[in-house]
């Protein structure tokens, strides 16, 4: 779809380093060495009840802070890792750093109720994938605190591979939700054989939800399916009191977006959830008197 094919090749761009970022990086630079030169961190951005704006949990999301280039998001450099191939060193980083930030701050499985991590299609790709992601999970004394966010591309492209090892995380307890949902075509035949318990409707669906009745459409659709076949829905990228309302209004469970909260370092997650009722108070009495 021209719309999303279009957003995904301006966020290679968007920096202000302009336009050869993907080719440098490339050619100069070892993300290997981030790890090592502790260049990388977490920020956690939470997600609400749409219903009561109650905290339901927070995705982790990673940051790069590189030397020369400054703050650089991971739509660029993950899949730099994942053609330099240590994806799997990232995804190591970030299970053990967010479990461990958010355990020591005694806030996971307390005022957090889910941790979601993104993985990449190519977390799914050895045989010993499942071995690997059970490694990761050692430290965590719960696993149905964890989810797993997976695109629905990474999904299709190794289809049984990933439907067997998705089996035996579910069956560990682990929860998962399919990420940017709507931008792959799944259909409700491949979606009903996931053992999964959420999906995400892509932010390019919610960017114009007041005005665009295509989206509108689109995102009822979503709902629809997803409600028949019991799935939990959030939307993503939520900045508007009328889209918070839009989905509210037809059933969608979670949202998440700059509206509520944007992501932040742990430290400030913890401050944040402190302070949250009051933080979401003036949302709450706009949507009361919206509604
Ligand atoms: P995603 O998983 O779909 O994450 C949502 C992205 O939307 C995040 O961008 C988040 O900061 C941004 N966002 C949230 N609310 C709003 C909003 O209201 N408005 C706008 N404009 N943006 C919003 P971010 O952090 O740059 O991450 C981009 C993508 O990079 C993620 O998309 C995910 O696919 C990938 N990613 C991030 N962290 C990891 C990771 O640890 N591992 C892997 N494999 N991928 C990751
Ligand atoms: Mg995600
Ligand atoms: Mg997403
Ligand atoms: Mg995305």
């Known amino acids: 779809e021209a719309k999303n094919l279009g957003h995904g090749q301006l966020r290679l761009y968007d920096h202000f380093f302009g336009e050869s970022i993907h080719s440098r990086l490339r050619l100069t630079t070892d993300l290997r060495h981030a790890i090592e030169r502790d260049e ?26 590189h030397p ?13 890792a994942e053609q330099q191939g240590f994806i799997r060193e990232v995804t190591d980083y970030v299970f053990a ?10 806030l996971l499985g307390t005022s957090i109720p889910r941790l979601s991590i993104n993985v990449s299609a190519l977390d799914f ?21 964890l989810q797993l966010e997976l695109t629905e591309t990474a999904v299709i492209n190794n289809f049984e591979d990933t439907l067997r090892t998705l089996k035996m995380l579910r069956e560990a307890n682990v929860n998962l939700s399919i990420d940017d949902f ?34 509108r459409t689109i995102v009822r659709t979503i709902l629809a399916m997803a409600h028949s076949l019991n799935l939990r829905v959030v939307g993503e990228g939520v900045e508007q009191i009328e889209q918070l309302l839009f989905l509210q209004e037809h059933g969608c469970h979670d ?29 709450r009495s706009q949507l009361r008197a919206k509604s």
């Open 182 to 215: 709507g931008t792959g075509y799944s259909s409700l035949s491949i979606l009903r054989r996931l053992p999964i318990h959420e999906v995400k409707i892509d932010r390019s669906f919610i960017r114009d939800l007041q005005v665009d009745d295509d989206d």
């Open 125 to 145: 790709a050895d045989d010993d994938c499942i071995e690997l992601f059970y490694r990761r999970l050692e430290n965590l004394h719960d696993w149905s605190l």
């Open 97 to 106: 750093k967010s479990i461990r930030e958010l355990t020591e701050l005694e």
């Open 40 to 65: 990388l961190s977490v920020v956690y951005q939470p997600q609400f009840s749409a219903h009561n704006l109650k905290l339901t949990g927070v995705e982790a999301l990673l940051r790069w802070q």
């Open 255 to 283: 949202a998440q977006g700059y509206l509520l909260a944007k992501p932040m370092s742990a430290q400030e997650l913890a401050k944040f959830l402190q302070q949250e009722p009051a933080a979401l108070d003036e949302i």
């Open 68 to 80: 020369q280039h400054g703050f650089i998001r991971p739509d660029t450099f993950i899949s730099l």
